[in-house]
């Protein structure tokens, strides 16, 4: 079984190499199928920014190297604008520690829980709805259709 995911020695820094210690220090991990990855530590760590750095979304000033970065098949350190679009949101997502940057306490759930399924499915309307009312069923939400 090949690895969903693999990070190889991946290091973040700003500006040149050299100039400053860097961000992130030869992070590596390896997800196979299935498996589930908790990544925690204290604020500051480094989370958001290796989870950024595999989803090749890093801030401006920042750059990373590594031996290797692949999500099944796909090379993340080869691959084009294009296909990263076509993969972030698809087959690879952030979720934030911090619900006030995830969620809108404005917005509906079903309609959060749609965005993603219209944005990157390019699922109708319809269509979006009947899966998120699936998809909160499934999660245990009592009278999912209503909620």
Known sequence: MSARLEVRDLTVHAGRPGQA?????RVSLTLDPGEVLAVVG??????????????????????????????????LLA???????????RRIS??????????????TVGSQVAEPLRRHLGMSR?????????????VGIPDPDRR
């Not at 952030?94 to 917005?107: G, S, V």
Request: aromatic fraction near 2%.
């Open 42 to 75: 204290e604020s500051g760590s480094g989370k958001s920014m290796t989870a950024h750095s595999v989803l090749r979304m890093l801030p401006a000033g920042l750059h990373m190297d590594a031996e290797g970065l692949r999500l099944g098949d796909l090379d």
């Open 21 to 25: 210690p860097p961000i992130l220090d």
């Open 126 to 138: 319809q269509a979006a709805r009947r899966r998120v009312v699936e998809l909160l069923a499934a």
């Open 94 to 107: 952030m979720l934030y520690q911090q619900p006030k940057r995830m969620l809108d306490p404005t917005a």
């Open 79 to 89: 691959a084009s604008s294009r296909a990263l679009d076509g993969v972030r949101g």
